[in-house]
């Protein structure tokens, strides 16, 4: 796509239409002047060698050229194609069971810990592949798209809980379906799913999906998390161990039967928790058997392609044609060419070296050195004020991946107030969202993803972390005034004095209320019994 950096410097076209305008008066001039020198027909005698067109002709060249000059300085450029970010490898969807049966003590500190340590360490085992993120308990959600970027993986494992998931229970089944739905499965790159559970609970379809993950040519491994002999689940809201609807301790135990079967079925291994270091180095040493598939790119804001040396080449070549067309009286305008080219190489050398300190910020950010990378950043945006949008960008990324979240939205903010560019401005404010969520600021992140799916409502994943924020909102508290009106009127009502006689009625009428009465309870009991089946098939468990 191709786009100015510069705009607003069109306006100096208007430098050729006054050029116009003062060739038309020398024009009107010239006659002028032949018509008072005296006999007209003598004076074009006299004047024969001169020939009109060529001095026409070489105003349109100059015209010519010093619009070319004028498209060179307002920077048409491109994205560079060869400056994207090449990943090979494979698509990883981590499914991670986060039911409250997780929260068990049988290894310590937690079972939900010890599964974030080893998914942690896995996204850092496979840097070239990209990653997803399925959650689970009694339903499974889809937490994160297939993506590159290892540090929102990261945080959105390590930020997950129990209570981000409103209905308990394990349904593994869930789980494989929603990871197979992840991913692109017209695409021919090497698929794994790694389900990370516990297996608390006997789901009878879970091997009836991962069946259909292998026909799809979709392995899965599992590894379990947890103890055979069992553990007490402490109840989040108490603190005290959780009991079941008879009142009798839970006790979760690891599910190895189901985890094996789901592995076997889809053509992967169960690996059972003993040390994070083990899991991970044996699932690592299997994927590297695999063969290399073919590589998946991600654009990332890195350089851009300039145009500018053809408008220049092209004015180059007019203003030596211009020169080089004889005529009597000759207008020094090959000097003035001179000049201006020497201006216009001075100011596109002067980009160019922006455009160097930006690549070699982009090569420090990849190699991880952020402090260097910032420095060229800062000097690229010195040097070029306006439009350094690019750079302003990717200053902020370095901020992020800092951990340095307030210099972070700082950057983005001014990303967001001078660039002219809505695809810019619409990952500025999602990457200020992520910044916003990395320093715990909820409401700040809500308002930023809003704004990025207003520029762009078909970003995915802008819309899951803005999901995930609203249902981590705790409910609105009832306003103090309209709370006290409510407890007035209450106690208003409480206080009025039963002092009503009440009305006579007839036997019959009497009468003839009770049996209505009792008819309205014999059908709310048929009611009842109608919606008994429905509600025993709800989930038993809710741990």
């Known amino acids: 796509m191709l786009y100015f950096l510069y705009p607003e410097r069109l306006l100096l076209l208007g430098l050729v239409v006054l050029l116009g305008l003062v060739f038309g008066y020398v024009v009107r001039w010239k006659k002028g002047v032949i018509k008072k020198i005296g006999d007209e027909p003598l004076v074009r005698q006299q004047i024969a060698q001169y020939a009109p067109w060529k001095f026409r002709l070489r105003f349109v060249l100059f015209a010519v050229a010093i619009g070319l000059c004028v498209f060179a300085l307002t920077g048409l450029v491109s994205p560079d194609p060869t400056q994207?970010?090449?990943?090979?490898?494979?698509?990883?969807?981590?499914?991670?069971?986060?039911?409250?049966?997780?929260?068990?003590?049988?290894?310590?500190?937690?079972?939900?810990?010890?599964?974030?340590?080893?998914?942690?360490?896995?996204?850092?085992?496979?840097?070239?592949?990209r990653i997803g993120l399925v959650v689970f308990a009694g339903r499974a959600y889809l937490q994160m798209p297939l993506t590159i970027d290892h540090d929102a993986a990261r945080m959105f494992v390590a930020t997950t809980r129990p209570e981000d998931i409103p209905t308990q229970g394990t349904d593994l089944g869930r789980a494989l379906?929603?990871?197979m739905n992840a991913f692109d499965l017209k695409s021919k790159s090497y698929k794994m799913v790694l389900l990370v559970s516990d297996g608390e609970g006997h789901d009878p379809d879970a091997v009836k999906m991962a069946s259909e993950l292998a026909k799809q040519g979709i392995m899965i491994n599992t590894v379990g998390i947890g103890s055979p002999t069992g553990s007490t689940v402490p109840d989040p809201l108490t603190g005290q161990p959780k009991t079941d609807l008879q009142?009798?301790?839970?006790?979760?135990?690891?599910?190895?039967?189901?985890?094996?079967?789901?592995?076997?079925?889809a053509h992967g291994t169960y690996r059972f928790y003993t040390n994070t270091d083990d899991v991970v180095n044996a699932i690592k040493a299997q994927?590297?058997?695999?063969?290399?598939?073919?590589?998946?790119?991600?654009?990332?804001?890195?350089?851009?392609?300039?145009?500018?040396?053809?408008?220049?080449?092209?004015?180059?070549?007019?203003l030596i044609a211009e020169a080089m067309i004889s005529e009597r009286k000759k207008i020094r305008k090959p000097v003035i060419a001179t000049l201006l080219l020497l201006s216009l190489c001075s100011t596109r050398s002067y980009g160019q070296s922006v455009n160097r300190m930006i690549t070699g910020g982009n090569k420090a950010f990849k190699e991880s050195r952020f402090e260097d990378a910032e420095k060229e950043y800062e000097a690229a945006m010195a040097r070029q004020k306006k439009n350094s949008d690019v750079a302003g960008f990717n200053l902020g990324n370095s901020f992020y991946r800092r951990n340095q979240s307030d210099k972070a939205v700082a950057a983005y903010d001014k990303v967001i107030k001078t660039t002219k560019r809505p695809d810019i401005r619409q990952q500025a404010y999602y990457n200020k969202g992520v910044a916003y969520q990395q320093a715990q600021k909820v409401q700040e992140s809500i308002l930023a993803y809003k704004n990025a799916l207003l520029l762009n409502p078909g970003d995915e994943a802008a819309r899951q972390n803005l999901q995930r924020l609203l249902k981590q909102q705790p409910p609105q508290k009832q306003p103090e005034k309209k709370k006290e009106e409510k407890q007035n009127k209450n106690q208003k009502k409480q206080e009025q004095p039963l002092t009503q006689k009440p009305a006579k009625i007839s036997q019959k009428e009497a009468e003839d209320k009770l049996k209505a009465l009792l008819e309205n309870e014999k059908a709310l009991q048929e009611k009842m019994r109608k919606v008994a089946p429905i509600s025993s098939n709800r989930p038993e468990k809710d741990w």
């Open 84 to 129: 994207k970010i090449t990943k090979s490898g494979k698509d990883i969807i981590v499914a991670l069971d986060v039911s409250k049966s997780m929260l068990a003590t049988d290894i310590q500190p937690d079972r939900l810990e010890r599964a974030k340590q080893v998914i942690a360490r896995v996204i850092n085992a496979f840097p070239d592949d």
């Open 177 to 179: 379906e929603m990871s």
């Open 247 to 265: 009142g009798h301790t839970v006790i979760s135990k690891l599910n190895e039967q189901t985890l094996s079967e789901i592995a076997a079925t």
């Open 287 to 318: 994927m590297d058997k695999i063969e290399e598939m073919p590589v998946f790119t991600e654009s990332a804001y890195l350089s851009f392609r300039q145009y500018y040396w053809y408008f220049l080449l092209g004015a180059f070549v007019l």
